[in-house]
């Protein structure tokens, strides 16, 4: 074959490549260009702190950011970075959405494939519009849906995170955790392991946040009694969600094909609701915040995936440290690095 027809062959095959996959080369530049712009329309942390024009209630979040990162390298076993260097500023707005979608009567979450990073359960939009549609496209074929906002993510190493400016709203704990949440993530990311990654970097950011705020704060500081509190009520409430998914999971089982999907629809509605109304049943330092927010909350099986995702094997990664590290978090994730290749 001549030189010639090698490269019209090539070029042939690489148009049906570009027409066959548009759809995702199209959501990879929006997704592209929406990446760069927040990690290059950005300040550097030292220039706000030598700012004598930024206020002081700023300053301190940052400062605390560096302190977090530094114990997470130091006292974790968290890979050392540049994120959090710089600060991206939102202006009080979202600036990414995540669509997810479920089987209506399974728990069995849609999944995304992306070459390289593998599958996962969720797909981020920086364009809203583009959120909306794809939540359409699943809604249309019956899933269930939600479009979230998130305050935070990690490239995974392939770019200098910046802090994202809703950041520096949370509380002080919260924070700690976000941050050590996220560097997990660019610690370590198992391919195709969604579950394993999110309540990885769950259990991590959780233990890791106690430890930082003892150091720091000491464990009788209002910062450290805070956050317990908080995390006591949120450890409660992710229980009585996932015994929720459970239940919704042995509902489903036993929906026969006699059974309308009105019928189905009905009964799934009505335990979900039953889930919601027993929330008045636990024991939380801060229910009333529980009940307000989640008093006309309209959950499908998305909200209960999302806390299988993210919480589902936090007693297995507790119950691991106890006994096979001696409550050593350091230890125990060096361990879970040389045992799993990282993205």
């Not at 950011?65 to 540049?82: M, R, T, Y």
């Not at 950041?167 to 919260?174: C, E, I, P, S, Y």
């Not at 309209?298 to 993210?310: I, V």
Request: charged residues 25%; contains cysteine; negative net charge.
């Amino acid at each position: 074959m001549s030189r010639k027809k090698i490269i019209y062959s090539f070029l042939l095959v690489l148009l049906v490549v570009i027409i066959w996959q548009r759809p995702l080369l199209y959501y990879a530049f929006v997704q592209a260009k929406g990446q760069i712009r927040v990690v290059t329309d950005t300040r550097e942390v030292d220039d706000i702190l030598a700012d004598p024009q930024a206020p002081d209630s700023i300053k301190i979040k940052l400062k605390l950011i560096q302190e977090v990162k530094k114990f997470a390298v130091d006292s974790l076993g968290i890979n050392p970075s540049d994120n959090y260097t710089s600060v991206f500023d939102q202006k009080g707005k979202p600036i990414l959405w995540v669509v997810t979608a479920c089987l209506p009567f399974a728990m069995e979450a849609k999944e995304w494939s992306f070459p390289l990073v593998g599958s996962f359960s969720y797909k981020g939009f920086f364009e809203y519009d583009m959120a909306v549609e794809e939540e359409k496209k699943w809604k249309d074929q019956g899933y269930d849906t939600n479009i979230r906002t998130t305050g935070g993510w990690s490239t995974l190493g392939w770019f200098r995170d910046p802090i994202l400016s809703n950041m520096l709203n949370r509380k002080t704990g919260d924070l700690a955790e976000l941050i050590i949440h996220e560097l997990t993530h660019g610690t370590l990311f198992v391919k195709d392991s969604l579950q394993f990654n999110e309540n990885l970097a769950t259990f991590i950011g959780t233990k890791g946040a106690e430890l930082f705020l003892t150091q720091k704060f000491g464990a009788d500081s209002q910062e450290f009694s805070t956050y317990i509190e908080d995390n006591e009520d949120s450890k409660k409430f992710s229980q009585h969600i996932l015994r929720g998914a459970i239940g919704l999971d042995s509902l489903y089982q036993t929906f026969g094909h006699t059974l309308s999907d009105d019928d189905k629809t009905q009964r799934k509605q009505t335990f979900i609701e039953e889930i919601f109304d027993r929330i008045d049943t636990l024991s939380l330092h801060r229910k009333s915040d529980y009940l307000e927010f989640y008093k006309d909350y309209e959950a499908n099986n998305t909200f209960f995936m999302s806390y299988l995702r993210y919480r589902k094997n936090q007693g297995q990664f507790e119950e691991t440290l106890q006994n096979d590290f001696d409550n050593n978090l350091k230890n125990y994730l060096l361990y879970l690095k040389s045992q799993y290749p990282s993205l």
